[in-house]
Nanobody, 115 residues
Framework: QVQFVESGGGLVQPGGSLTLSCATS????????MAWYRQAPGKQREWVAD???????TYSDSVKGRFTISRTNVKNTVWLQMNSLKFEDTAVYYC?????????WGQGTQVTVSS
């Protein structure tokens, strides 16, 4: 079973910033596209951003220009730098591969944007 361990969430005011981290035991990490997903209360989990093995990022329209995804293949870690946070960014954030390993979701990390 693959482990994904997300961290870095918290409570932040609108306009604030947070950086999420994800460490994983995924084998051949460097060959996988890695992604961040989020699930807001009462909504389905959605894809937020991903980064290919060649470090090419892609973002959903809702976060483009505000979030930055990055990775290191040395330490099997993915980050999500989140700036200009909005109320609607409130969610539990998860990392996984893309496409996701559906049986291996981690606990996620809660991000709450509130004044």
């Amino acid at each position: 079973q693959v482990q994904f361990v997300e961290s870095g969430g918290g409570l932040v005011q609108p306009g604030g910033s947070l950086t999420l981290s994800c460490a994983t035991s995924l084998m051949r990490f460097g060959s996988n596209t890695m992604a961040w997903y989020r699930q807001a209360p009462g909504k389905q989990r959605e894809w937020v951003a991903d980064i290919t093995s060649n470090f090419s990022p892609t973002y959903s329209d809702s976060v483009k220009g505000r979030f930055t995804i990055s990775r290191t293949n040395v330490k099997n870690t993915v980050w999500l730098q989140m700036n200009s946070l909005k109320f609607e960014d409130t969610a539990v954030y998860y990392c996984n591969s893309n496409p996701p390993r559906t049986g291996d979701w981690g606990q996620g990390t809660q991000v709450t944007v509130s004044s």
